[in-house]
């Protein structure tokens, strides 16, 4: 165990446009764990993040600790300049310019070939380096007080939600690392878009706020990964993402995704419960606004309006933590579009029921695909 401080940093009503002394004080103490191999989970424009120095073995080797992650499954390296992504990098190319232009700082993650500076404690192993500029004023005060280069995965236990509230990092962190900087809750609540850059054409490993359409009005032809969407049916290929291989997102209960008209989504789902219950399961539901006084469970969570989106991933991930706060042991949930940042919802959540989808239109169960939980 060792004692982690935790400082709040909520300047000028959330806007941080200008820090405080104290915070400031707060952002160099930052700084100065970060140079000395420490941990330090801070907020994104995304979720919170776990950093460390990215271009310290030991320090992705103390996130991997802290996390229990698997070695094999690479870290985003984050910057906040520019000119530094060179020192990381053997080559930019031109698409990387464009979108940098596009989209930086932001939550775009691109994957380019590493120079050496990078160590493969890093990278899991690959010669191929995952970058991101958020746009989060405290992420980047953060890095340029660390020395430029944090390696920062989501501050959350590998295999729960990532954390998008300084309460949520503390539940999982606590102890493990040296300092948390609660920022409030975050704007987008799920990870950034990875595009990979090293194949032609471009290619999305993880979908997210920034779409397929924003990068192809960008690049022109983007092909997105045939594991994302996995909704009709496993395609069976061998993820290139490494992370995407294992089960993320979970909440402890057994959480089901229901796909189908609203109504029939509805009925499905209450009849479930209705077992469910009855052989002593705490039954959750995640359901739009519009059905929510429709069902029958012990718990029932409003994710936000069908027609809001933002408002959906902002607060899909708090909402799996709650069901476990409240012990739900069987947790339904109505499936989403899966159009924009829908397919980013629709991937975390597929994700979190590992895939355990009931699809009414075809009658059929999808895959159930516990094996891989980490
Ligand atoms: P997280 O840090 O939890 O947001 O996850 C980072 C994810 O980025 C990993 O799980 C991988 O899927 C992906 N990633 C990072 N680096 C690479 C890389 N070099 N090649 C492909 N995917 C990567
Ligand atoms: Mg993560």
Redesign the pocket.
Known sequence: MIQTERIVIASAGNDFVNFTEREQEGLRRAGEILKAGGLVAFPTET?Y?LGGDALNPDSSRKIYAAKG?PSD????VHIADWGDLSRIVSRIPKAAERLAEAFWPGPL?M?LQ?SDAVPMET??G?D???VRMPSHPVALAVIREGGGFVA???ANTSGKP?PTLAAHVAEDMDGRIDMIIDGGALGIGL??T?V?LTVSPPRI??PGYITREMLEQVLGDVEADATILQSQAECGQA??????KYRHYAPAGELTVVCGEPEAVVEYINRRADEDRKGGHLVGVIGTEEMLDRYRADVIKSVGSRTEEDVIAARLYAILREFDAEGATKIYSEAFSVEGLGQAIMNRLLKAAGHRVIDLQVQQEVGENDSNRK
């Open positions: 979720v993040g992650r499954n690479p870290l985003i993650t994957i590493k990278t899991g690959l191929t380096v995952a920062a995965p989501s990532s990870e950034s990875i990979d490993l993880r993820p290139k993402a490494p992370g995407m």
